[in-house]
């Protein structure tokens, strides 16, 4: 059997890479509704990046295989994952303490919003250097150029 061209590998490439943007700019308007310490703001906000992980995951679990691997959906869904984690524990846990009456936004309560902050920013970065890593694999062994924006061109 032969290979799927550049442009077939650019369109699934594009179809699982839309629903990792989806989640992410969920994830910055998060990040924006609660630089403010707002937990109004940001419940609805954390809530929404939940959801947007739930249905991203759910359609990428529909994506068919391609060139007759799911590696690709492997190495995204360990991104989702990750997601999902920090939605559920440390996001929450940030939401939690904003909730509480201002006067108990103690030093140490601060301290732990910021300590939150970098686990997030550890995991996620881990993360992405792994999904990365497999993205330009996937484009050698497939000719694809990955663009900034990760949107692809076939090579020429």
Do not use: W
């Not at 799927?4 to 369109?11: L, Q």
């Not at 700019?25 to 109004?40: H, P, R, S």
Request: glycine share 2%.
């Amino acid at each position: 059997s032969c290979k799927p061209s550049a442009k077939e590998a650019g369109d699934y490439n594009d179809k699982i890479i839309t629903l990792q943007v989806k989640i992410q700019n969920a994830e910055n308007k998060l990040l924006e509704d609660y630089q403010d310490g707002d937990a109004e703001k940001m419940e609805p906000a954390l809530n929404a990046f939940n959801e947007t992980i739930k249905s991203c995951t759910d359609s990428l679990n529909r994506i068919e295989k391609f060139d007759g691997k799911e590696d690709f959906k492997k190495a995204v869904s360990k991104m989702f994952a990750v997601y999902k984690s920090v939605g559920e524990n440390e996001y929450n846990e940030i939401l939690k303490i904003f909730k509480e009456p201002d006067e108990e936004y103690t030093e140490v309560k601060k301290a732990r919003v910021l300590e939150l902050d970098s686990i997030i920013s550890a995991k996620e970065e881990r993360a992405m250097a792994d999904l990365r890593a497999f993205h330009q694999s996937f484009a050698k062994e497939y000719r694809l150029l990955i663009e900034k924006n990760t949107e692809t061109t076939p090579k020429k």
